[in-house]
């Protein structure tokens, strides 16, 4: 299995798609922190000297969430749409053992989404900071369950695009699928049911950041906050059952299924 592993991450180091989504949602989420960190203190907006503002800006991942997902959709959807799949299964016949090295190394790939959004939110919230003068209004151990949130959240969001990609082959339909999800569905549901949405799990997982419910939503459920987010360990579970519920129904049917 760890061969496998060492297989899917090789496979990912030599594909452009990895290093242009991690750019690209690198690139997203400085751009939005900076704005965050910027706008702070103005327009009935936290200043950055407080716990409230500081945390606005250095929870600000959503673009790492979005595209640590879609890259785990790439990792398996993309051995059909590039007609690598017989080679792979010809290598390893044991399907289920391949779909369990790719939820592995996509995991390890969203690990390294969720630690270019904190380095990046945390450089902006500290940037902006320092050049007002303020003080840290955070202590070590919030920065470090910042920072182990980032790492959690994208892991299993990436592991969980892994098991999508795998359930619906085509590439582009999957993609689509995740982004209506967290993008459209999820902020309307929490919207309509405020009560459900610490359950949903892009929302569930950007909780585990230190995002409050509702700020790392899209349009206009955007900053909708309110309601209690689940703890730590219960949100971190529910999106790797999701991730694990979403794997074993694929490898009961799209993976068994002829490649051709």
């Not at 060492?6 to 939005?32: D, G, N, P, Q």
């Not at 007609?83 to 290598?91: E, G, H, P």
């Not at 703890?231 to 051709?260: E, G, N, Q």
């Amino acid at each position: 299995m760890t061969r496998l592993i060492r297989v899917e991450l090789l496979k990912l180091a030599t594909v452009r798609a990895s290093y242009l989504l991690l750019a690209a949602a690198t690139a997203l989420t400085a751009l939005f922190a900076s704005l965050e960190a910027s706008r702070a203190g103005t327009k009935n907006l936290a200043p950055l000297s407080t716990s409230a503002g500081f945390t606005a800006v250095i929870t600000g991942g959503a673009w790492e969430l979005l595209l640590a997902t879609v890259l785990g959709v790439l990792i398996s959807s993309g051995e059909f749409r590039h007609a690598t799949a017989s080679l792979t299964y010809l290598a390893q016949p044991r399907r289920g053992r391949v779909l369990t090295a790719k939820l592995a190394a996509g995991a390890c790939a969203g690990a390294v989404f969720g630690l270019a959004g904190y380095l990046v939110t945390g450089a902006a919230a500290l940037g902006f900071l320092a050049a007002r003068g303020g003080q840290l209004p955070v202590g070590a151990g919030t920065l470090a369950r910042y920072g182990i949130g980032y790492l959690v959240a994208t892991a299993l969001l990436a592991a969980a695009g892994v098991a999508v990609g795998a359930l619906i082959r085509a590439q582009v339909a999957a993609v689509v699928v995740v982004l209506a999800w967290m993008m459209v569905a999820e902020s309307v549901l929490g919207g309509l049911y405020p009560d459900v949405r610490p359950y949903l799990p892009y929302s569930a997982a950007a909780t585990l950041t230190g995002t409050p419910l509702g700020g790392a939503a899209f349009g206009p459920a955007h900053g909708v906050t309110g309601g209690s987010p689940l703890p730590f360990a219960a949100a971190a579970a529910l999106v790797a059952a999701v991730a694990v519920a979403f794997a074993a129904v694929a490898a009961r049917t799209t993976v068994r299924r002829d490649i051709t």
